[in-house]
């Protein structure tokens, strides 16, 4: 489960950083660029999941590996905060560190 002090952006916190209208948003998460959680009211994603003013590059394969493996946003986003430990930290730290093979690779194994 990802830890209380996780900061979160709502979709107008997210078209004021990416400097993208709420339509073009909304495409990245269609588009599966970035993953949200409504479990705090609004839809939201964690701030980790946005780099430079842009969705993390690395994340979309690493989303739709997860998801075509079932899981559901809310557990994309719990797995991608939580520490995982054959990489010896959370792999959206891995991601953000550019370590995108290794997650992918762990994250195949959850199918």
Known sequence: MPTPE??????????EILGEPLGRV???FDEQHLVGSRRHGALAVPALFVKDAQPL?????????????????????DWLLAEEESIGRSPIAA?????????????????
Do not use: Q
Request: hydrophobic letters at 45%; charged letters at 30%.
């Open 6 to 15: 996780v900061e979160w952006l709502t979709l107008p916190d997210l078209v």
């Open 57 to 77: 590059g690395s994340l979309r394969g690493t989303i739709i590996v997860l998801k075509d493996a079932g899981f559901s946003d809310d557990e994309v986003i």
């Open 26 to 28: 909304h495409r990245l």
């Open 95 to 111: 991601l953000r560190d550019g370590h995108k093979s290794e997650v992918r690779r762990i994250a195949r194994t959850l199918a």
